[in-house]
């Protein structure tokens, strides 16, 4: 299994970007795919997840700016980001687990729950 997180870039406040994960040796049919994020000198959190049935999960005030979405024929994941704020600063990374990942109401992923881990894409967002 290989996860190949890409799209990141430098962006003004108020911008967005849309962020893929390439997917190969699964297929999406079996796995949740979550993203996440860690900036430097925090610990990584997650960001949102979507199985595979289209089940959503992530904090409210997350999805009033990130939606998440796949693409089952090519196999990618994507991470939509608007209004990005400083704040979003980090490097950004998705990760998969086999079967349906579960999660609290207004929770985001967990990251240890996920088996496989791609290389990340770094999002820099100036004020």
């Known amino acids: 299994v290989q996860l190949q997180a890409s799209g990141g870039g430098l962006v003004q406040a108020g911008g967005s970007l849309r962020l893929s994960c390439a997917d190969s040796g699964l297929t999406l049919e079996d796995y949740a795919i979550g993203w996440f994020r860690q900036a430097p000198g925090k610990e990584r959190e997650g960001v949102l997840c979507?199985?595979?049935?289209?089940?959503?999960y992530g904090t409210e005030s997350v999805k009033e700016r990130f939606t998440i979405s796949s693409d089952n024929a090519k196999n990618t994941v994507y991470l939509q980001m608007t209004n990005l704020q400083p704040e979003d600063t980090a490097v950004y990374l998705c990760?998969?687990?086999?079967?349906?990942?579960?999660?609290?109401?207004?929770?985001?992923?967990?990251?240890?729950?996920?088996?496989?881990w791609g290389q990340g894409t770094q999002v820099t967002v100036s004020s």
């Open positions: 979507i199985n595979s049935d289209g089940l959503i």
């Open positions: 990760a998969a687990v086999e079967g349906t990942y579960y999660a609290d109401y207004d929770a985001g992923p967990v990251p240890p729950s996920f088996n496989y």
